[in-house]
């Protein structure tokens, strides 16, 4: 089993930035990689970006590459997403999750973090 606990969101104006951070625990030394994911009101959930634990390597979704950046504390176990140039439609719960496979699903998940950006 893999825990994973997010923190960082808030509400935030329109142009700022913010740093979301996964800590996970557990059987971490599983983890194959471990992505964000955000759900707008109203909307699916969708892929935001993925940082692969051994290779080091990360990937993003095209619509948030310029803005976002993935990186990672090995020691802490931890995860973070940087957002620059927040935008009201960035407006979302954000999630962590956790792959143990490339041939896995995401199978575990935070409890996510709301970030609010006013305009």
């Known amino acids: 089993q893999v825990q994973l606990v997010e923190s960082g969101g808030g509400l935030v104006q329109a142009g700022g930035s913010l740093r979301l951070s996964c800590a996970a625990s557990?059987?971490?030394?599983?983890?194959?990689?471990m992505g964000w994911f955000r759900q707008a009101p109203g909307k699916e959930r969708g892929f935001v970006a993925a940082?692969?634990?051994?290779?080091?390597?990360?990937s993003y979704a095209d619509s948030v590459k310029a803005r976002f950046t993935i990186s990672r504390d090995n020691a802490k176990n931890t995860v973070y997403l940087h957002i620059d140039s927040l935008k009201p439609e960035d407006t979302a719960v954000y999630y962590c999750?956790?792959?143990?496979?490339?041939?896995?699903?995401?199978?575990?998940w935070g409890q996510g973090t709301q970030v609010t950006v006013s305009s």
């Open positions: 940082m692969y634990w051994s290779a080091g390597g990360t």
């Open positions: 999750a956790a792959q143990l496979g490339p041939n896995y699903e995401y199978d575990y």
């Open positions: 557990g059987r971490t030394f599983s983890i194959y990689a």
